[in-house]
């Protein structure tokens, strides 16, 4: 006999567990948004901008002999 499709839809969650899995409480809208966009994006600029300060040109510190007087 076919099962109705209310009970069919109600297995699938179980379909992808493996055995023993003990599935824990979903996230919330906020900690997804945190944990999967907002933490992404704040490690991407804080890791580009080291990297951009530390690739910056060095200023060189070159003494003009001819308009400067040393004493």
Known sequence: ???PLSQAIALLPMINQEGGA???????A??????????PIALFA???GLSWI???????KKV????????
């Open 1 to 3: 006999m076919i099962n």
């Open 22 to 28: 003990m599935p824990g409480e979903g996230l919330t």
């Open 30 to 39: 906020i900690q997804t948004f945190t944990y999967f966009v907002a933490a």
């Open 46 to 48: 804080i890791i580009g």
């Open 54 to 60: 530390a690739s910056a040109p060095k200023k060189s």
């Open 64 to 71: 003009d002999v001819i308009n400067q007087i040393i004493d």
